[in-house]
């Protein structure tokens, strides 16, 4: 039996000033859900003393949080479909506060990493559905400005989390680095069930699946599990096990989706060109991103002898570039084809990772903002208008799936982006950072090939 599609199918968007609570609202939660992926990264020496573990087992203070996001972003998304992106955001909010409170609370590693994937698991439910309520809470002539706020929330959060936790820690302890998030998510809890709005339209005959949760769950684990491992240097014994485990999970989870009508890996949404092509660029671009972001501090600390003060000073343009531009790119897509838009931007940050891994050794500090920037530049003017051809190629009781996927190819495309220069140190030691500037470089072009491909590609819903 065929799901039956019902609600307002003319709905428009909310109105002022109902709407600029709503947004605020949205901003809110995606802001602490993002800052709490960076947060802890600057803190990770102090907990590490303080709970007396070694560096190596506190970096899964921050890889049980993402990891917990990436396996559940698309479940949530389908919840999102059918109980409504209101609901699942108001309890991702809660499960999220809860989370924080319990990490703010913790004295020991294990309290500490379960409390994270407490809140790992709020923050997938917040991310699963923000793309979502910002499709039914702008007016589709606005949408454009919509992605491209959303663009420059997550850059300020990205931005500010280093920043924000080397204050903290100058002045109290790493606790208060989650208690922050306590007010702020019971705020913005008693503002979303006020002013978010309800899904305008739902299908009538469509059940969640437990089976696909797990499954999903399962897939998604073992696929990033396997790019860490393999990053690493895992014995290979155990890799290829491992490996062997993601293909058969991965093959009885994609041969079910592929026999639904609404999957939960939206094989459905993925048949449609612009969707697709859209889904691959994000992937790229954010691989990148990481590339450069992840390389860049090694590069300016071991080659041009920049501190760790002067290095994350500098590593700064890139995110303070994308605040102002992502905006403008938003506001361009009705004009221009958000495809040439995303090309241009795309192929601005393979040139600034050929300038930077080509930098002279006698370069001055200004040489490095601008070259930054401009890779900066590059990704606000990609990132809003892919969000927004991506968000409006789907159809309007498949936004959740839509959103769930968009957020998923931006953790695929930073968790690889990662392995990737670990891998690169694996291989070739101290000129890894060039290696991995110029994979970047080259990875960029191929993304700036697909977005430009996208120009001929008719919308057809």
């Not at 503002?191 to 299908?203: A, E």
């Not at 969707?275 to 501090?297: A, N, R």
């Not at 600390?301 to 343009?317: E, F, I, K, N, P």
Request: include cysteine; charged fraction near 10%.
């Amino acid at each position: 039996m065929k799901g039956e599609i019902t609600g307002n199918l003319e709905w428009d968007g909310l109105h002022r000033p109902k709407i600029y609570y709503a947004v605020i609202t949205t901003f809110c939660g995606l802001f602490l859900s993002v800052l709490d992926g960076t947060i802890c990264n600057v803190a990770l020496p102090t907990i590490a003393l303080r709970l007396d573990i070694s560096p190596s087992d506190s970096i899964w203070i921050v890889n049980a949080f993402q990891l917990v996001i990436m396996m559940f972003l698309l479940p949530f998304a389908s919840l999102g479909e059918l109980f409504g992106y209101k609901k699942v955001y108001l309890y991702g909010v809660v499960v999220f506060t809860i989370g924080s409170l319990f990490c703010a609370l913790s004295h020991t590693f294990h309290v500490l990493v379960a409390s994270r994937i407490v809140q790992g698991l709020g923050a997938a439910m917040i991310m699963s559905v923000n793309t979502s309520l910002i499709k039914i809470i702008y007016p589709k002539r606005h949408l454009g400005k919509g992605v491209g706020l959303n663009a420059t929330v997550v850059a300020i959060a990205s931005v500010t989390g280093p920043s924000l936790a080397a204050a903290i820690l100058s002045v109290t302890t790493w606790e208060w680095l989650f208690a922050i998030n306590v007010p702020v998510g019971i705020a913005t809890w008693f503002m979303g069930r006020r002013f978010l709005p309800d899904n305008p339209t739902k299908v009538v005959g469509r059940h969640f699946n437990v089976a696909d949760t797990v499954l999903n769950a399962a897939t998604f684990g073992l696929m990033i599990g396997c790019i860490e491992a393999y990053s690493h240097g895992m014995d290979w014994h155990r890799l290829t096990f491992a490996v062997a485990a993601f293909f058969i999970v991965a093959f009885i989870y994609v041969r079910t989706q592929l026999r639904k009508e609404y999957p939960m890996l939206p094989f459905d949404l993925l048949k449609i060109p612009l969707f697709s092509m859209s889904v691959g660029t994000s992937i790229l671009s954010f691989t990148v991103q990481q590339l450069m972001m992840v390389s860049m501090p090694f590069l300016l600390m071991h080659s041009y002898g920049y501190d760790a003060v002067g290095t994350g000073l500098l590593m700064t343009a890139s995110p303070v570039a994308i605040m102002f531009v992502a905006p403008v790119a938003g506001w361009m897509i009705g004009r221009v084809h958000p495809g040439l838009l995303g090309g241009v931007g795309i192929s601005l940050m393979s040139i600034a990772c050929f300038l930077l891994m080509a930098s002279p050794q006698d370069i001055s500090h200004f040489g490095f903002v601008w070259r930054i920037m401009l890779f900066g530049v590059g990704f606000g003017l990609f990132q809003s208008p892919n969000n927004h051809i991506l968000l409006s190629s789907a159809p309007a009781h498949r936004s959740g799936s839509a959103g769930g996927m968009l957020a998923s190819a931006r953790l695929t495309g930073q968790t690889v982006g990662a392995a990737l220069v670990a891998m690169m140190f694996n291989f070739f030691g101290q000129s890894a950072p060039h290696k991995a500037l110029l994979l970047g470089a080259v990875l960029a072009l191929c993304g700036s090939c697909l977005s430009f491909l996208r120009v001929k590609v008719r919308k057809i819903n």
